[in-house]
């Protein structure tokens, strides 16, 4: 296999920069039984270039290992996709499963690993308390399967939270519900402020006329 250093351009390395940021979001939601290792192909003596729960020894600056150079000659090899997954054992001997997933860049070409390895051996209670913590407390999220069927569910959920706040009159309910959907975002979303008056039964100048008024322009 030809060497896998890669000369990076300024949008590799943008594209890198940016899969760290995400590994501390994932090092987070999936507990310390995973540890996530971002390698660089741009030098391999030291490709290590972010390492979340080391369950390996590993820490940043260390180099790539001989079992990640044999993952990214399977993946140039295959043509199912860039992720291949295995087990493996840590340099103690205890088992891991393994996922080491290709990351592109410019022209497609492959610039780093994004190595997961699961500890088999992490405790049960432990892989408990990452998914069901304490301290969090459950969110709402309405899954739709188009902005319309999204907009009328936020619409339904801000009228329900204002109705709890007992508002008399139509104009000051109406007012309060454009607020939480501005708020929230949903005017972000093409036509939304057509699909608002729909929901409401008002017209669409009324809901401007509200929308000023949360942007403070009366």
Request: proline share 3%; aromatic share 6%.
């Amino acid at each position: 296999m030809k060497s896998p250093e890669v000369q990076f351009t300024p949008e590799d390395r943008l594209i890198l920069d940016s899969y760290c940021q995400m590994l501390d979001g994932l090092a987070q939601y999936l507990g310390t039984g995973y540890e996530l290792v971002l390698h660089s192909l741009e030098d391999l003596e030291h490709s290590a270039i972010r390492v979340m729960n080391s369950h390996t020894g590993r820490s940043e600056g260390a180099p790539i290992t001989e079992l990640a150079l044999t993952m990214l000659g399977r993946i140039h090899a295959q043509t199912q996709g860039d992720t291949v997954c295995y087990s493996s054992t840590n340099r103690d001997g205890k088992p891991l499963r393994s996922c080491t997933i290709a990351i592109r860049g410019s022209e497609q070409r492959i610039i780093g690993l994004l190595c997961i390895n699961f500890y088999m051996d992490t405790p049960l209670s432990q892989l408990l308390e990452t998914i069901s913590p304490a301290q969090s407390q459950p969110v709402a999220e309405t899954y739709v399967q188009n902005s319309t069927e999204m907009v009328q569910a936020a619409v339904q959920r801000a009228a329900a939270e204002t109705d709890a706040e007992g508002l008399a009159g139509s104009v000051l309910r109406n007012r309060e519900i454009v607020s939480k959907l501005y708020a929230s975002g949903i005017f972000n979303i093409k036509d939304a402020v057509i699909q608002v008056a729909d929901c409401l039964n008002i017209s669409k100048n009324t809901v401007y006329l509200h929308l000023r008024h949360c942007k403070g322009l009366e």
